[in-house]
């Protein structure tokens, strides 16, 4: 059942963008319609009844650049496109939510249904959180295929495939992973989609030959939002990796690395019980619903988070240790906009801010204000921002660390030459903080309950500081990336 907010929002939507009576009558549904492939053009469906029908397109290219034709005749190469074509429906979906989807293409296990279900509800709650809609549990029917059923089936493990193929956002995170790639795997590949600068500059850096996706979204949406559609936050992280699935599906590569990190659990808010996560598909329950559908599918091809037994701490001590990298990373999400520069920093977001917070206590401040081309930690404009980090109520709806890790860096930098002074060191640190060796120390170390399959399991090893300290000094023994 649907919130009469979200019911009166339903009926509003279709007026505004012009649906004939029927439609907001009440018969106005969704229909993933599936893909299909011309040559080397991948094109995914979806429909909303009587308002438009959406087609995107995708296209691989090889790191040489030869577009890739996929061969649908391979099980895995299809099966991955059944996924993805349910992940990039969400995207259009959101325009008027409708009460009703039918699965109209290829049909879909319980597992591809549970995956699309969640994504619809727990991946969509930011957006419903903001346009006031209250949660979406209860507000969707899922027709067609196996829908009925919403509990995976237990399926047999296939052989995977050798080959890895790494996800690239150009930041911090997935630079960090390329770097252990390129040490442990040196056929590795790293794979971008429309990929901006700063990936290309990372992979470039890593020495990684780079697989393009060039995505082509139905502008059509973008007319609608224009007019009125239900549009904001969407779990593009599902697709993005969906999207790399089947990319190594055609390259035959068994392994896509994405660098989903433990902190990415916690919820962003929690709204009277509701659980609402910015970050919900980089979360550990997706991951594995999505590992689900796949399989489910007959892919072969299977995703794994390396960073996922660390926190964003630790993740960003091992950047600066990997001489140069920072210099190359963008994590600022305003240069990845659609229609953004995709270069840069912009040095007053909240992604800004976390991640020179992150990287503050293990890099000097000359370097690391030098390499990101901004100080927001010494702009007494931003303090009021970085403590919106420090409340629960208040943490920004972007990918930031936790509460706990924002207050033990800010705390670490309250005793380091060159960062105590920094305003909001002054203003949010505590140099008289307990244990702050001890923090960091459970802060830096990789969560031994999380176990990554083998060869992966032996790639974090060297990550934790030995000595404790809070100083980065460089690589270390154990070699690096070119």
């Given at each position: 059942?649907?919130?009469?907010?979200?019911?009166?929002?339903?009926?509003?939507?279709?007026?505004?963008?012009?649906?004939?009576?029927?439609?907001?009558?009440?018969?106005?549904?969704?229909?993933?319609?599936?893909?299909?492939?011309?040559?080397?053009?991948?094109?995914?469906?979806?429909?909303?009844?009587?308002?438009?029908?959406?087609?995107?397109?995708?296209?691989?290219?090889?790191?040489?650049?030869?577009?890739?034709?996929?061969?649908?005749t391979d099980p895995a190469v299809a099966g991955a496109l059944d996924v993805l074509a349910l992940a990039a429906s969400v995207s259009y979906l959101k325009a008027t939510l409708p009460g009703v989807i039918e699965l109209a293409g290829r049909p879909a296990g319980p597992a591809g249904v549970a995956m699309l279900r969640a994504l619809l509800t727990d991946g969509l709650a930011e957006l419903a959180l903001r346009a006031g809609l209250g949660p979406l549990d209860d507000a969707f029917t899922l027709r067609g295929s196996d829908a009925a059923s919403a509990v995976p089936a237990a399926?047999?493990?296939?052989?995977?495939?050798?080959?890895?193929?790494?996800?690239?956002?150009?930041?911090?995170?997935?630079?960090?992973?390329?770097?252990?790639?390129?040490?442990?795997?040196?056929?590795?590949?790293?794979?971008?989609?429309?990929?901006?600068?700063?990936?290309?500059?990372?992979?470039?850096?890593?020495?990684?030959?780079?697989?393009?996706?060039?995505?082509?979204?139905?502008?059509?949406?973008?007319?609608?939002?224009?007019?009125?559609?239900?549009?904001?936050h969407v779990p593009i992280t599902a697709i993005v990796t969906s999207a790399a699935v089947v990319a190594a599906a055609v390259l035959g590569r068994g392994t896509v690395l994405v660098s989903?990190?433990?902190?990415?659990?916690?919820?962003?808010?929690?709204?009277?019980?509701?659980?609402?996560?910015?970050?919900?598909?980089?979360?550990?329950?997706?991951?594995?619903?999505?590992s689900a559908a796949l399989a489910e599918a007959g892919v072969t091809t299977r995703v794994v988070s390396l960073l996922r037994p660390l926190?964003?701490?630790?993740?960003?001590?091992?950047?600066?240790?990997?001489?140069?990298?920072?210099?190359?990373?963008?994590?600022?999400?305003?240069?990845?906009?659609?229609?953004?520069?995709?270069?840069?920093?912009?040095?007053?977001?909240?992604?800004c801010r976390f991640v020179q917070l992150a990287l503050a206590p293990f890099m000097p401040r000359e370097q690391l204000v030098a390499d990101l081309g901004f100080d927001a930690l010494a702009d007494p404009e931003q303090v009021a921002a970085f403590a919106t980090m420090l409340d629960a109520a208040t943490k920004p709806f972007e990918c930031?660390?936790?509460?706990?890790?924002?207050?033990?860096?800010?705390?670490?930098?309250a005793v380091q030459d060159g960062w105590h002074d920094a305003a909001a060191v002054r203003a949010l640190g505590d140099a008289g903080a307990l244990d702050r060796e001890g923090r960091l120390a459970a802060a830096?170390?990789?969560?031994?309950?999380?176990?990554?399959?083998?060869?992966?399991?032996?790639?974090?090893?060297?990550?934790?500081?030995?000595?404790?300290?809070?100083?980065?000094?460089?690589?270390?023994?154990?070699?690096?990336?070119?």
């Open positions: 059942m649907s919130t009469p907010e979200l019911a009166a929002r339903r009926a509003q939507v279709l007026v505004d963008l012009g649906a004939d009576a029927a439609v907001q009558a009440g018969s106005h549904a969704g229909r993933v319609l599936g893909w299909d492939v011309d040559g080397p053009d991948i094109r995914l469906h979806t429909e909303l009844a009587g308002v438009a029908t959406f087609t995107e397109t995708l296209r691989i290219l090889s790191p040489d650049g030869d577009v890739l034709e996929p061969d649908v399926l047999a493990p296939k052989p995977t495939p050798g080959g890895v193929l790494v996800t690239v956002g150009g930041g911090k995170d997935s630079a960090l992973t390329l770097a252990l790639a390129a040490r442990h795997d040196p056929t590795a590949l790293a794979v971008a989609i429309n990929p901006r600068a700063p990936m290309e500059r990372t992979a470039a850096w890593a020495g990684l030959g780079l697989v393009r996706i060039e995505r082509r979204i139905d502008r059509t949406l973008l007319e609608l939002n224009a007019r009125g559609a239900i549009n904001g989903n990190e433990h902190s990415a659990d916690a919820a962003t808010r929690d709204v009277d019980g509701w659980s609402v996560n910015h970050q919900y598909s980089k979360t550990s329950a997706f991951e594995r619903l999505l926190t964003e701490l630790a993740i960003a001590r091992g950047v600066a240790q990997e001489p140069g990298l920072v210099a190359e990373v963008t994590s600022c999400n305003a240069a990845f906009a659609l229609d953004g520069p995709g270069d840069g920093w912009c040095g007053r977001c909240d992604k930031v660390g936790t509460v706990e890790e924002v207050q033990l860096a800010l705390d670490l930098l830096l170390r990789p969560d031994a309950t999380i176990t990554l399959p083998a060869p992966f399991d032996r790639w974090l090893d060297g990550l934790v500081e030995p000595t404790g300290s809070t100083r980065s000094t460089g690589r270390g023994a154990a070699g690096g990336a070119a």
